[in-house]
């Protein structure tokens, strides 16, 4: 039997599989909501339009677990 990859919750930070629940990558409704209105709000932008080269770094990385850690700063 196959399990479920954990993630964080990108607004809580809880850790749990939400990406097998009703609400994505979020833990509940409420952290999807805090999301949307951060965004709708301005706290979250993209800076700039996401051309190809900005993911040729990432073309190699193997799917799993590597895709949910942050590189580091």
């Known amino acids: 039997m196959r399990r479920e990859a954990t993630n964080s919750c990108p607004t809580c930070r809880k850790t749990g599989e939400w990406l ?3 609400h994505g990558l ?3 409704h ?3 909501l805090i999301d949307l209105g ?3 709000g301005g706290e979250h932008v993209i800076s700039e339009p ?3 080269e ?3 770094k990432y073309a ?3 799917a799993g ?3 949910d850690k942050p590189e580091p700063e």
């Open 65 to 67: 677990e590597y895709l």
């Open 38 to 40: 951060k965004w709708l």
């Open 50 to 52: 996401l051309r190809p």
């Open 20 to 22: 097998t629940g009703p």
């Open 60 to 62: 190699d990385l193997p």
């Open 26 to 28: 979020f833990c509940s």
């Open 30 to 32: 409420r952290c999807k």
């Open 54 to 56: 900005h993911l040729e």
